[in-house]
């Protein structure tokens, strides 16, 4: 009910005809015409795919398969851990030829557990997710269905998309994200063109389950390919959704900026967009939503861009989850020349990695091969001489300067004061420094540092709470095992003082049968009277027998 006040105590949208401003930002050589040219094509498969068993936000998937079993495309390889989870499907049929740590896309460098497909190129389907009609279908079973299609955050954040769909806020507002993250990355503008039909359709599905007041499509206002594919979807009916051009000014596309731009709100430091009623999805999200339930496909493939001026024929290509970023360069002519570097995400986001060996995963949206040319290395770094050019650059409105010397320091505390998780990551503070200090790499570590701590110290906890738990049980039966002994020690004192010790009581028991023998020993019959001799010597002779008879009754006691 709180966060509902909340929502109800903000100023009410607009119509969306007005736009807003973020701090800072960029405005950066666009770079994307290279790739837009064609229409994606696919990268077709390779003979072996790498699929890590953590691809997006949230617990790894647990694997279920194991080394020589054949699956078929579309088959469970790995189940959800949890609620912020999802599976992982194979892309393809193929043997499973190891299971194994391997080289992975991670800023880190550090390898993973990977499930390793061997492909048989005969592409053989299991048995899909049957579609499903979702205007006859409950919000609830709409989210599972999302979730075992193992849908995640196309954008780059890789959040499972069911737990953003499962709030349980009010949702005033569902932003569909069309503005790309970063200059040279055009998938998103490409899918939107090639697609546009079944990103509407998707988006349909998500006001279905979320049934927000309103929905807003968001694209750059340099997408005018995008702009008309749309306007002619949503020309051929009464949607509900509002196409809204921002300016191309970079990281527009990062969500809490979108938001602004769009609603002129902030999302609250360490909140959620669902915290001030806005739900935020990528349209590469929606365009898979639409897969899975009106086609029941899981998450199998995603378009990535591959560019830059290392690349022969750089585009848009369709890639099987799990395949080899060489196989994708080659499937994009193959390497021009020497390159610089080799990027996975944007130039401004993106991290270098050492192979080409490493997979494309959900959450892979650019390939970039630099030559020296395009982008050099980067310069020495040198003494920060204040100049507050990062401040000013800053659309977070961090204090970037601030921010390094605490992260430089390991002053953790002080960090996450000056807001380091509100950090997006975004480079432009680096990008403008004269300095040229790898701000974000200071960033990153910091946080990577924190987790690190925060996870020992969970772990820590989780023992130590184990261990109490196990004192309070020893210590409870104990106690139990005391009561128990006091209270047959009491049973046996009362039973004493009313007499009822059964060795007393046997004890008692003959005394009487004596006294009575005694009583009856004494007793005349009546009928003895008038006896003859021959009689009386009967009866002596009985007597006499009788007293020699041992009772058995005379031993007890
Ligand atoms: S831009 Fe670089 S040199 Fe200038 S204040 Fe920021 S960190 Fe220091
Ligand atoms: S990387 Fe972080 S600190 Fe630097 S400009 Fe972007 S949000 Fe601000």
């Given at each position: 009910?709180?966060?509902?006040?909340?929502?109800?105590?903000?100023?009410?949208?607009?119509?969306?005809?007005?736009?807003?401003?973020?701090?800072?930002?960029?405005?950066?050589a666009e770079n994307r015409a290279v790739s837009l040219a064609s229409p994606a094509r696919s990268a077709g498969i390779p003979p072996q795919l790498v699929l890590p068993l953590q691809q997006h936000i949230g617990e790894a998937a647990k694997c279920l398969v194991q080394a020589g079993d054949r699956v078929h495309k579309g088959d469970m390889l790995a189940e959800p851990v949890g609620q912020v989870?999802?599976?992982?499907?194979?892309?393809?049929?193929?043997?499973?030829?190891?299971?194994?740590?391997?080289?992975?896309?991670?800023?880190?460098?550090?390898?993973?557990?990977?499930?390793?497909?061997?492909?048989?190129?005969?592409?053989?389907?299991?048995?899909?997710?049957?579609?499903?009609?979702?205007?006859?279908?409950?919000?609830?079973?709409?989210?599972?269905?999302?979730?075992?299609?193992?849908?995640?955050?196309?954008?780059?954040?890789?959040?499972?998309?069911?737990?953003?769909?499962?709030?349980?806020?009010?949702?005033?507002?569902?932003?569909?994200?069309?503005?790309?993250?970063?200059?040279?990355?055009?998938?998103?503008?490409?899918?939107?063109?090639?697609?546009?039909?079944?990103?509407?359709?998707?988006?349909?599905?998500?006001?279905?389950?979320?049934?927000?007041?309103?929905?807003?499509?968001?694209?750059?206002?340099?997408?005018?390919?995008?702009?008309?594919?749309?306007?002619?979807?949503?020309?051929?009916?009464?949607?509900?959704?509002?196409?809204?051009?921002?300016?191309?000014?970079?990281?527009?596309?990062?969500?809490?900026?979108?938001?602004?731009?769009?609603?002129?709100?902030?999302?609250?430091?360490?909140?959620?967009?669902?915290?001030?009623?806005i739900i935020c999805q990528n349209v590469g999200t929606v365009a898979a939503v639409h897969q899975a339930i009106n086609a029941g496909r899981p998450l199998l493939s995603r378009l990535v861009t591959v560019t830059g001026d290392g690349v022969r024929e750089p585009g848009n290509l369709d890639v099987l989850i799990g395949t080899p970023v060489s196989h994708v360069i080659a499937a994009a002519g193959?390497?021009?020349?020497?390159?610089?570097?080799?990027?996975?995400?944007?130039?401004?986001?993106?991290?270098?990695?050492?192979?080409?060996?490493?997979?494309?995963?959900?959450?892979?949206?650019?390939?970039?091969?630099?030559?020296?040319?395009?982008?050099?290395?980067?310069?020495?770094?040198?003494?920060?001489?204040?100049?507050?050019?990062?401040?000013?650059?800053?659309?977070?409105?961090?204090?970037?300067?601030?921010?390094?010397?605490?992260?430089?320091?390991?002053?953790?505390?002080?960090?996450?004061?000056?807001?380091?998780?509100?950090?997006?990551?975004?480079?432009?503070?680096?990008?403008?420094?004269?300095?040229?200090?790898?701000?974000?790499?200071?960033?990153?570590?910091?946080?990577?540092?924190?987790?690190?701590?925060?996870?020992?110290?969970?772990?820590?906890?989780?023992?130590?709470?184990?261990?109490?738990?196990?004192?309070?049980?020893?210590?409870?039966?104990?106690?139990?095992?005391?009561?128990?002994?006091?209270?047959?020690?009491?049973?046996?004192?009362?039973?004493?003082?009313?007499?009822?010790?059964?060795?007393?009581?046997?004890?008692?028991?003959?005394?009487?049968?004596?006294?009575?023998?005694?009583?009856?020993?004494?007793?005349?019959?009546?009928?003895?009277?008038?006896?003859?001799?021959?009689?009386?010597?009967?009866?002596?002779?009985?007597?006499?027998?009788?007293?020699?008879?041992?009772?058995?009754?005379?031993?007890?006691?």
């Amino acid at each position: 009910m709180a966060e509902q006040h909340r929502i109800r105590s903000l100023s009410p949208l607009g119509e969306f005809d007005r736009l807003y401003h973020f701090n800072g930002g960029l405005k950066l050589a666009e770079n994307r015409a290279v790739s837009l040219a064609s229409p994606a094509r696919s990268a077709g498969i390779p003979p072996q795919l790498v699929l890590p068993l953590q691809q997006h936000i949230g617990e790894a998937a647990k694997c279920l398969v194991q080394a020589g079993d054949r699956v078929h495309k579309g088959d469970m390889l790995a189940e959800p851990v949890g609620q912020v989870s999802v599976p992982l499907h194979a892309p393809t049929s193929g043997t499973i030829s190891a299971i194994e740590t391997r080289p992975v896309p991670h800023p880190s460098g550090l390898p993973a557990p990977c499930i390793v497909i061997d492909t048989d190129g005969k592409d053989t389907a299991g048995p899909m997710m049957p579609p499903v009609d979702y205007l006859q279908t409950d919000p609830a079973s709409l989210c599972e269905l999302i979730r075992r299609a193992g849908i995640v955050g196309l954008g780059g954040a890789g959040f499972p998309t069911q737990v953003k769909l499962a709030r349980k806020h009010d949702i005033e507002l569902l932003l569909i994200n069309g503005a790309e993250c970063e200059p040279w990355i055009t998938c998103d503008e490409r899918l939107m063109i090639d697609q546009a039909a079944n990103i509407i359709s998707g988006i349909r599905i998500l006001q279905h389950i979320l049934k927000p007041q309103h929905c807003v499509l968001a694209i750059e206002d340099n997408m005018p390919a995008a702009r008309a594919a749309i306007r002619a979807v949503l020309e051929n009916g009464d949607y509900g959704i509002r196409l809204v051009e921002v300016p191309a000014i970079y990281p527009t596309g990062g969500e809490r900026q979108l938001i602004k731009v769009i609603t002129n709100r902030e999302v609250p430091s360490m909140g959620l967009p669902a915290d001030i009623g806005i739900i935020c999805q990528n349209v590469g999200t929606v365009a898979a939503v639409h897969q899975a339930i009106n086609a029941g496909r899981p998450l199998l493939s995603r378009l990535v861009t591959v560019t830059g001026d290392g690349v022969r024929e750089p585009g848009n290509l369709d890639v099987l989850i799990g395949t080899p970023v060489s196989h994708v360069i080659a499937a994009a002519g193959g390497y021009s020349s020497d390159i610089e570097r080799l990027l996975i995400g944007g130039p401004m986001m993106g991290y270098a990695v050492g192979s080409d060996a490493v997979p494309v995963i959900k959450t892979t949206n650019c390939i970039l091969a630099v030559t020296p040319q395009t982008m050099p290395s980067p310069r020495a770094a040198l003494p920060c001489i204040r100049c507050g050019k990062c401040t000013e650059a800053c659309p977070a409105d961090l204090l970037p300067q601030q921010l390094y010397w605490f992260a430089r320091s390991g002053n953790h505390d002080a960090a996450q004061d000056f807001g380091l998780f509100d950090c997006i990551e975004c480079g432009c503070c680096a990008y403008v420094c004269p300095s040229h200090i790898p701000l974000v790499q200071y960033y990153r570590h910091a946080k990577t540092t924190i987790w690190a701590q925060e996870k020992q110290k969970q772990a820590a906890d989780v023992a130590r709470h184990r261990h109490e738990a196990r004192l309070a049980r020893l210590e409870r039966i104990k106690q139990e095992r005391t009561e128990r002994l006091e209270k047959k020690k009491r049973a046996v004192s009362t039973q004493g003082s009313v007499g009822e010790d059964p060795r007393q009581a046997a004890i008692q028991a003959a005394l009487e049968r004596v006294k009575r023998k005694k009583e009856q020993a004494g007793f005349t019959p009546a009928n003895t009277e008038n006896l003859t001799d021959e009689q009386l010597q009967q009866i002596e002779a009985a007597d006499r027998r009788r007293g020699s008879v041992h009772h058995p009754e005379d031993d007890k006691g």
